[in-house]
Structures are given as structure tokens and as C-alpha cells.
């Protein structure tokens, strides 16, 4: 199973937003994280790189 850290960069700090993430989408301007647990995470910004191999996501917040 592939699951995945989310890490958001909002003026000039990246800091994690959310674990386990199993499931990304995007909707408009929007990228909807959900994780192992459900919990799902909305963030308004740009998906910039997704290292599946690290399990690590970035995105540039809006």
C-alpha cells in the first residue's frame, strides 16, 4: 500500500498537513487529500511534485 505525506509550502514554510493519505483529487482550485482513517483534508493551491516512491506530496498553498 502506497500512502503518502502531505506537505504544504505557504509563504516560504512547508509544514505537514496531513499523513497516510491514500486517495488525492482535484477539484477546481482545490486538492482533496483523504486518509487510511477517512479524514479528508481540502487545500486551495497548486500540486507541485507527488514522490510516490517517498510517499511525500507537495503543495503550494493559494
Known amino acids: 500500500m502506497c500512502l503518502a505525506t502531505a506537505m504544504v509550502n505557504k509563504s516560504g514554510t512547508e509544514t505537514v498537513l496531513a499523513k ?5 483529487s482535484i477539484e ?3 486538492i ?5 482513517l477517512g ?11 507527488a514522490d510516490l516512491v517517498n510517499g511525500v506530496v507537495k503543495i ?3
Open 20 to 24: 497516510n493519505i491514500s486517495k488525492i
Open 28 to 30: 477546481g482550485d482545490n
Open 32 to 36: 482533496v487529500m483523504v486518509d487510511i
Open 39 to 49: 479524514e479528508e483534508f481540502t487545500v486551495e493551491g497548486t500540486l507541485i511534485s
Open 60 to 62: 503550494q498553498a493559494a
